[in-house]
């Protein structure tokens, strides 16, 4: 069997920047354990997959896959995906049905590079000490979700830089998304993101982390857009912007590789 490719740098405007992800459209679903080990085998922080939709609801069918597990949400790699459908198929959006994060679209923006729709994570303040010990330094504030979206609140930029954690010991402590954050020097935000439960140990760009920080700094900063900045080894910028109960996140992307997956 062969199956359509695209690597895809997404929240990127060059090779070798944002965050990678492998998108694969599909005539039909395969079964589980192939999906699982194809992700394996790509080796991505996700692969997409698309069936196209036959519910009415959306064009397409999404489903994520890290290299250990299918997950509930990504943000960059239904970018990727988006593009690779506009850039394949034309038009100017591109809408999406998943299973746990309902319908997500992609759409072209005027002045280039696109803008993502994901539902709008909102957070508590909570006190989480476990994870703070194996953050390695002590934020101002911890807010969570019960999803597993957990915002660590520190002072500022240098703090999020420097940050070392004990990756085994957060993988222990579940799939947990754990989004550092504090105001930044060139951005308004600037972020880091560790995902060890989930097989990843720190994310390059992560838009469903911006799900929640989107929330969380418009209500600081009283406004509703700012820029942010992940300062990941690969880095990434995000524009983001809240309206109603959808964030928005505009960026580019990059086709780095297209070509055949064989089975």
Same mark, same amino acid.
């Given at each position: ?6 690597? /895809? ?42 069936? *196209? ?40 959006? /591109? ?87 504090? *105001? ?19 994310? *390059? ?9 989107? *929330? ?48």
């Amino acid at each position: 069997m062969t199956l359509p490719y695209w690597h /895809v740098d997404a929240f990127a405007d060059r090779p070798f920047t944002g965050n990678q992800a492998a998108v694969m459209p599909l005539e039909q679903w395969l079964s589980d354990d192939v999906l699982l080990a194809i992700g394996e085998e790509n080796n991505f922080a996700e692969t997409a997959f698309v069936v *196209p939709d036959t519910t009415g609801q959306a064009d397409w069918e999404l489903r994520w896959f890290t290299p250990a597990c299918e997950i509930r949400l990504c943000g960059h790699a239904t970018l990727a995906s988006g593009h690779v459908l506009l850039e394949r198929d034309g038009g100017e959006r /591109v809408t999406f049905r998943t299973r746990k994060a309902g319908v997500l679209e992609v759409r072209r923006l005027a002045q280039g590079g696109y803008e993502l729709a994901l539902p709008v994570i909102p957070t508590e303040r909570q006190e989480w000490p476990e994870a703070v010990a194996l953050l390695g330094a002590t934020p101002l504030e911890i807010w969570r979700h019960p999803d597993g979206y957990d915002v660590f609140l520190f002072e500022n930029e240098d703090q999020i830089r420097a940050l070392a954690p004990e990756f085994r010991g957060l993988g222990l402590l579940g799939d947990h998304t754990i989004i550092c954050t504090a *105001p930044g020097r060139e951005f308004d935000v600037v972020s880091r993101v560790f995902v060890p439960g989930a097989g990843i140990d720190e994310d *390059p760009v992560t838009g469903a982390a911006h799900a929640v920080l989107t *929330p969380f700094w418009t209500s600081r900063l009283d406004r509703p857009s700012f820029t942010a900045h992940q300062a990941s080894a690969r880095g990434g910028n995000i524009a983001c912007r809240l309206d109603g109960d959808k964030v928005w996140l505009g960026g580019e992307c990059v086709t780095v590789v297209e070509g055949t997956f064989r089975l």
